[in-house]
């Protein structure tokens, strides 16, 4: 069973094209320098429509997660984490933490993360974190 | 909203509750709307307000004969009934309508005419949260409780302790679905379903439904029953995707939306006799007594620990704030949108007519959620004017 995949919207295709070419592209607003995510054409701070798409550093840490055991079969028969992390810029993202046991021992908040890209499809890469490595 | 100018004056649930196979959504509406009516003594052409959410307010109105000049169909989860009431107490005010019917009904169990849980793939949820795996409400619901623990200090053992005492309430209500007692261990031991959630921190999934009518409180003395006043009510909104609300630790909804309920009520904490607050999750009345301003943070776990909330005891008296008297959604029934089981359970608190009734109770709090942290309402009812 295929992954369920995102479907891009305009305001949001900068950032599906950036997890393609393995950039994490946030906005930032040119107005108030606020950095915000998901992706929308205006600064949801201030309101203006001067905003610019950066590439961000792709590193964060782990703010909070689940370990789900139930089935969801497109995510294989494992148990996997549910994350959300805070990146290094500020706005926090919905994420997998991979590259690690899937244990609440191996899971600690506060844990560096940094982003790995997986692809899925030609077109659509998810933005996975797996712990920093050095 | 001027405070007592509306009453509740026709309450009901659905006539059975649990699983129900043999009645479709539309028709747990109308039992529990009918219902409602014979409470209040009223007919469909005596209606002239509808209010709901699953379904459209159309449908409603179509299905029961009515002809309204006021139709909201607010759907903000779970705690849109909690938001109809405030609207319909406006409404009412404002010459809208004279007599309001609000209505929840849901075949979250059996299914039965029930439409999917689907999210479009290029919404915000389904681009930046479905792709990550999560399922439903126990895989949302539940991200950020890990954080909220750690700040507050709270253990595995708050949250199961919050289930062992709803279970307690529950065992004095003999339409709960789950009555019979239950230990902290008993819940640790449950299976694992999100890490931290066990089984018995979730809560049911059964079909039921709930009607209220809303009428002036200059004509709710004329009507059968005891009127309930609504004195105070609150709504507010923040984020469809959990993953961005803004704090994990408080909800920011729940905050803006109690607040405004106890200014417009003009009470305070402690003239509040019985607390509704919707638990989807055995978190999340330690989020509401904390966001509604009962407890500071990181007094909510220890509060219920040392039985604040419980029922009576071998050990002691029922506590200074009884709390989900009905069993909640983690005992009682939970179809999926809640809220209004809470705001049913408040009536009955206020018409001296629960199961476990507090004794001499004068004011209620209703508090809802709808969606992941996503709305919250909240509605105080007194029997006093």
């Known amino acids: 069973m295929p992954r369920m995949l995102p479907e ?46 950066y590439k961000a550093s792709g590193k964060g840490f782990l703010y909070s997660y689940v370990i789900n055991h139930r089935p969801r079969p497109d995510m294989g028969t494992e148990p996997h984490s549910i994350a959300v992390v805070e990146l290094e810029e500020g706005p926090r993202m919905m994420t997998n933490i991979v590259g690690c046991p899937q244990t609440p021992e191996a899971l600690q908040l506060d844990m560096p993360v940094q982003v790995k890209f997986e692809k899925q499809t030609d077109d659509i890469s998810l933005p996975l974190f797996e712990p920093a490595k050095g | 909203m001027k405070q007592n100018s509306v009453a509740v004056v026709g309450a009901a649930e659905t006539t059975r509750m649990g699983k129900i196979p043999d009645v479709s959504v539309i028709g747990l509406h109308a039992d529990a709307a009918l219902n409602a009516m014979k409470d209040a003594g009223l007919k469909p052409s005596d209606i002239d307000g509808v209010a709901t959410a699953g379904i459209s307010p159309v449908e409603l109105a179509h299905y029961l004969g009515i002809t309204p000049t006021y139709a909201d169909g607010t759907s903000v989860g779970g705690c849109s009934f909690m938001l109809h009431v405030r609207h319909a107490a406006a409404a009412i005010n404002a010459g ?96 694992m379903i999100a890490w ?39 709504e507010s909104v923040e984020t469809p995707m959990v993953s961005q609300m803004e704090d994990f630790t408080s909800s920011k909804a729940f905050r803006v939306s109690g607040k405004k309920a106890f200014d417009e009520a003009g009470i305070s904490h402690s003239d509040v006799d019985h607390l509704m607050i919707y638990d989807a999750f055995a978190h999340l009345p330690l989020y509401g007594l904390e966001d509604l301003g009962f407890c500071k943070p990181g007094e909510a ?85």
Request: glycine share 12%; aromatic share 8%.
């Open chain 2, 96 to 191: 809208l309508a004279n007599t309001i019917l609000i209505t929840h009904g849901e075949s979250g169990r059996s299914r039965v005419g029930a439409g999917g849980f689907g999210r479009s793939a290029s919404s915000l949820m389904g681009q930046f949260e479905m792709p990550f795996g999560v399922t439903s409400p126990p895989t949302m619901f539940t991200i950020p409780v890990l954080r909220y623990m750690k700040s507050r200090g709270y253990t595995e053992q708050d949250l199961a302790n919050v289930a062992v005492i709803q279970r307690e309430w529950a065992a004095l209500n003999p339409r709960s679905s789950f009555k019979d007692p239950i230990t902290v261990d008993d819940v640790l031991n449950s299976p």
């Open chain 1, 8 to 53: 891009p919207t305009p305001e949001t295709r900068h950032f599906w094209e950036g997890c393609k070419d393995g950039e994490l592209r946030l906005q930032r607003c040119t107005d108030c320098t606020h950095s915000y995510f998901p992706p929308r054409a205006f600064c949801p701070k201030c309101g203006s429509r001067d905003i610019e798409v």
């Open chain 2, 196 to 234: 931290p959630f066990r089984m018995l921190m979730c809560c049911l999934v059964t079909d039921g439904g709930g009607a209220l009518i809303l009428t002036s409180a200059e004509r709710a003395k004329d009507f059968p029953q005891k009127p309930v006043y609504v004195l105070g009510t609150g």
């Open chain 2, 301 to 385: 776990a220890g509060f219920i620990n040392e039985r604040n909330t419980a029922p009576a005891s071998a050990s002691g008296g029922v506590g200074k704030l009884p709390l989900n008297t009905n069993g909640g959604g983690l005992s009682y029934m939970h179809s999926g949108m809640y809220g209004m089981y809470a705001l049913q359970e408040s009536v009955r608190q206020m018409r001296g007519t629960a199961a476990a009734q507090i004794k001499d109770a004068k004011i209620s709090v209703a508090h809802g959620v709808g969606g992941m942290f996503a709305a919250s309402g909240t509605v105080i009812f007194s029997n006093e004017k």
